[in-house]
Every structure is written in C-alpha cells, then in structure tokens.
C-alpha cells in the first residue's frame, strides 16, 4: 500500500493525465508534435526527479509509486512515459554507482529537468547482443576519445547527459570485463544523425548517434574505474524493465477504460453491446490481465526497493505486461469494430504503441532467456 | 500580507448525489468527495497574492472529518497551515450558521488582511456565504472576481456577472470571492504534496472556537427541510416532427416549461 | 394581513421582469409591498408600473451612496426591524443572492435560496438539476426568500 503522501503524487498525475494529455493527445501524435509544454509541466510537477533523494532532490518516491506514475503518464500518452523512463535510471545509476563528483554535477539538474538524461546501449549491427558492442573509448591522455554508432536512442537531442556503453577494453576476456558507462554529453564529433520514423512512440525523437573522434574528458567515466558498466547497466536495467511493464500498463488500461465504456454506450441486436458474450468475455479477459500485471509489477518494484534479487521479476513483469498490453489493444479494436479502426478514435494509438514494449528495452525474448538462466541458479521458483 | 481562504468539500459534481430522505441532508458519504474545484482558484489566487507581496496563507474550512484530504490538496499546492472546523455538532447548518461559525473563526486568527473565497459551493449554491462572513466580520465584499490588483493597503477587482462588469475597490482588510475566469490553478508538485504532511493543521472544538452549542447544527438551524422527493424516472419525452417550423415548436415547448 | 417585502430590480427606468413575478408570488404569504433603492430623482416612473402588476404598498429609498450593494441590504433591513414582514422575496441574480444572504444574516432570519415555488405553509426548491423536488420551511418569523423566475404566473393589478 503507498503511504497518503504517493497516493496523492499518483493522482495527481492521474487528474493532469485526464484534464492536460487526454484532450490533446491524438491530434498531437498524429502530427508527431514534440510535446513542449506537457513536458514543461510535467517538470514543474516533480516527475524528473522521482528517483532522486536530498541532498540533490526534494521528492523521491518509492519504486512502487514510480512505477505507477509511469503508468498514468503512458495512460494518457505512452510518449510521456518514453520522455522521462531513461532519464530515472540514468538517475539510479548516478545514485548507486557515482562518484559524489558525478552526483552532484548531475543529479540536482537532474531532478528538475534542467537535464534530462537518456540511455545509449543499442547499436545498429548489434541488437540484444550487448556484450558484442563495437563503440570504443580510447585512453588518450586525460581524455578518452570515443568512436561508433548508437541507434534507438529515444530523447537523443534534448537530453544533455547520455549514458553511454561503450568498451574501454576491447581485449578483455571475459568480454563484459571491457566495458565502461561514460557520461558524455552533446559536443564536437558527436552527431545526431537522423530521426527514425516509428510505427508508433510519436512526439518524441529517437535517434540514431554518430561518435567520430568525440572527446570526453577522464573523468567520465561512471563510478571512476573502468570495466564495470556491464553489471551497472544490468541493475539499471531492473528499474528499465519495471518502467516498460509500467509503460505497457498504462496502455492496457487506456484501452480497456476506453472499450468498457464504449461496450456501454453501443448497442446492437437491442442491447449495450458488453451483453453480448463476446463482448464482455474481452472485457473480463483483459481486466483481469491488467490486474495481474500490475500485481507484478508491484511486486518487483517492492522487491526492488526492499533490496532483494528483482532480475528475474522485473523481467517477468516486463514479459507479462507488454504481452498482454498488446492483446487488450488488439481485443480493444474488436470491441470498437469498425471505429477500431479509425484514427478518429484513441484505439488505434494504442494498438500502435503497444508493440514498443515487446521489442524495446530487452526484447521479450530476451527476457525469457533471463528469467529461465535464473530459475536454474536459484533452483525454481520460491516455495510460497 | 496574511490571507484565509474558506474552503469546502463536496461531492465530485459528476457523481450521483443524493439527499438523505430522513433529514433531506445531502449524503456526504455516498459520494466520492473532492475539494470544490472554485476553491483551488481561491487557494491560486492567494498564493500569487502571497508570492508577489509576502505573507501566508490559512486555508478555513468547515465539514465532517473526510474534509481533511481537501484541506491536504490546499497545503499541497502551497497553502501554509490549516483550521479544520470538524466538530461533529456543526452537521446540518444552515448557511446563516456556516458563515457565523466560519465567521468566528476567521475573527480569532490574527492579522487577516485578506480573506478569499469561491463565489458558490457546487453543492449548496446558496451563492452567498462569503458576503454573509464578510457582513458579520464588517468587512467589504467584493464578490464574483475575475481579477485582483492589491496595491498598498488597496484592493481592486473586476466584478463580473451576467448583469455586466463592474470595478470595485476598498481598503484592506476585505473579503474577496472569485469566479471561474480568475485563474488556472497550479497542480500540487510532488514536493508540495510531501510538504503537505508537516503543515500544522488545527481543529478546534465549538467551545473551543467560540460557537454556542445551541445554536450549532441541525437542531437549531434558521430552515428546516420538511419533505424530500426524487425525480420520477424520465419518460419517452415528446417527438416533434420538423416540417421546416421545427425551431418553432421547440419554442413553444421551452416557453410552455417557462425556461423562455 | 401580512406583509412581504419585495425588493424590485430595475435599470434605466425600467422594473425587471422578475419584480413583476415576485409580486405575484407574494400573494400566498402577505400583501406584496415593493422596496426601490435608486439614485435620487429615478425612482417616480417605477411606481406605476409597480402598482400596475399588485404592488400594495411602495417604500422608495433614494440614495447616492457608491457602497456596493450594502444600500440595498441596510434598507431591507431597517425595514425587516420596523414593518415586521411574513418575508422578503429577492430574484435571484448574483447581486440578488448576496444582498439575500447580507440581509438574512444580519437580521438572524432563515435564508431559503433558489425556490420555484411558494406556498402558504412551505416553499419549493429544485435540487441537483432537477432531481430532488425539495419542500422547506424557515424557523424565523421573516425569511429571506430569494425566487428563481418561473415561480409565478405574472398578474395585472389587484386581485
């Protein structure tokens, strides 16, 4: 149970959500119009830094209560959440494994929104196969001289820090022993190179990144010793994986909120349509996925915060709500039947944003060879 | 400058509310309650006031013991402390009893230059509570304000009804009530809400805030319902056929039900 | 026989629509009397109109004071005091429901807003848009009444 205090941080999103986002969304996403003034907002609000604590914040919140804010945000518009997911766990990682240098140069900018910060593991030849990474950061003097490609880098210009996984060593064996997190942020040899045109996520840019002879300065290093960047970009990635679940949540509930009151309003045959069986069975079916999702989250987030092995679980929620957040879209547009179909209607957006969270952050597929690797080494499942 | 915003719970205008049949008391309970929306441009309004030219703000409000997440959302969007009026024997006033107790309570804070208001409760729309507190507090009124200049010791607003617009101006210390038009009131920021939790808020007894106990609630009320009636369920409603006279018809029909 | 006070509305020389109801509505409790407060000089053309649609009795206060409203509610109120009315009947209107709530304070009189009908023993209000039909009573010997239009049917002269 949150405390009153994130009950009332949760709603509060909730009623911006319904009386900023809803009414200007789908014209908005269609244009792919960068939200300006919603993220404006949502700064004012707090929402960039709910990961950071005093002395660099004012108003962290539990996981739990993140993971919910998150959800509201992307029940509105996924892009939402997409603007301010990357920059938490960059946050996170500052917080666990910054030097108190880093910290402070950082995070209090950070927790405004002064500096929004993103994520750069994923290159273009390389996919989920993040120890093969190929972008190299040279010692040279007392500076490190950076070059390669990134790609699917969502916030890529208007972040000014980026976390960025490169290999320090290329030689190092095991492979993951060569590769460093290095703070870098927008300057010469650094190129934004294009805007990918997605299938949905619209409003905000992801980018592909060019590194030509980029220079960071010595100590960019995250934590200020090189070759730990695998294993803090894995913890990282719990609170990743726990917002795309979270993400994937606010869609499924957007799309059921929507159907439950479309099945109400629509008649056919003489009746609201939720009578028909069909009808209703999507309706039942999808509620009840969307209620143990969220259980699922809920529970990583507090085994996260309680400082217990979550790999495994924000894994499976992130598996589980992205599954399902595409079935209740989908079971979404059967229940509009031909308005489904229509751009007139937010039905569609969400068919369209839901597929991201099966692919992003970790491919589903991914996921699964994370959480089988880990029922083996603990032995199962827990008893009870 | 020191400002008291009066401030009410009532039921979320969307849900269904329902008047007790014993009583004919609006049944707080059954309903999700929500501080008057009105009333967050009052608590805007103040804060602005009290961020151009210093000063706190106390947010007065009178209701059962529910009320107390409305006055948090006040403390959350800025508001400094809180006099929570809750005392049970209070259930039932009428609205010439509401504002002599809110009455009473503002006269025991000190320094009030300032006291804001909502025009009208979405529940009760009597309309008329903060002139009522003002005229027992002998203070001007300056009601349905769609914006406030403070200049000095001087307060001006613009007035505006349906009749028209109107200035207005007196000398501190006045009360003012606000309109729709006043303001966009900000969201609480999550630094707000946690804030919220450490602003004192006090809740004086009756006694304790000076009410006589016979003249409080119900019992003693200056009107009394005497019989309460649903609506009966609506009917097919009347079909009218549109021959090119349809806006006539409709006519005939609105003025009939004398709403022209 | 009673007296009730109804306080007329009026502009440029013209008495309201809404007066002319009020006076009507009047009738169930008492003989309707009509208060003007005008600037000086404005007043002399609102009489006959107002004994035209049932006004008994006319009390004319002329004043150029700027006090917003509060004219209205200090002559209500000395009058409240000395003619000891069955009620006072305001339209409502913004104005029209602080000058009501003013004077039922000051005067510790019961404040019945928004009523659509009055009868003998009770009044009526409409609540929540019309779900409730709402009948009340005040407990004080003159209320302040204040009338939604519609309430009553406009008459012509006495009855």
Redesign the interface.
Known sequence: MLSTEEQAVVGTVADWVDREVRPVVRDMEHANTYPDKLIEQMKEMGIYGLAIPEPWGEAPVSMPCYALVTAELSRGWMSLAGAMGGHTVVAKLLLAFGTREQQDRYLPKMATGEIRATMALTEPGGGSDLQAITTRARRDGDSYVVSGAKTWITNARRSRLIALLCKTDPDARPRYKGVSILLVEHGPGLTVSKDLPKLGYKGVESCELMFEDYRAPGDAVLGGVEGRGFAQMMKGLETGRIQVASRALGVARAAFDDALAYAQQRESFGKAIWKHQSVGNYLADSATKITAARQLILYAAERFDAGQRCDMEAGMAKLFASEIAMQVALDAVRVHGGYGYSTEYDVERYFRDAPLMIVGEGTNEIQRNVIAAQLVKRGGLDRG | MNIVVLVKQVPDTYSE?T?RAAD?ILDRAATDPVLDEINERAVEAALQLTEAHGGEVTVVCMGPASAADSIRKALSMGADRAVHLSDDALAGS???QT??ALAQVIGGLDHVDLVLAG?GASD??????P??V???LDL?????ARQITVDGTTVTVRRE???GA?G?TAELPALISVSEKINEPRYPSFKGIMAAKKKPVTQPSIAAAGIAAAEAGLAS???????????PPKSAGQKLTDDGDGGAQIAVYLAAQ??I | MAEVLILVDHLDGQVKKSTYELLAAARPLGEPSAVVVAPPGTAGKLADALTQHGAEKIYLAETDRT???TPE?DVLAALVESASPAAVLIAV???G??I???L???T???????VVEIGPE?VTHS??G???????????PH?VITVR??AAEIGSGRS
Not at chain 3, 108 to 114: A, K, M, N, Q, R
């Open positions: 509310r008047l004919g009428c609205a010439v504002a002599r025009n009760g729309r009597v309309s008329a509570v002139a009522m003002a005229d027992v001007p009124a300056l009601t349905h009804t349906d009749r109107v207005l009320a200056l009107t009394t319902v005497t019989s309460v009636v649903p609506r004398k709403l | 006090d917003f409203l509610v209107s913004a104005d429901q602080e009501a709530g003013r039922a304070v000051r510790g009189s019961g404040l019945l807003s928004e009770s609540a929540f019309g779900a409730y039909r709402v009948e009340a009573v005040a407990n004080t209320p239009s519609g």
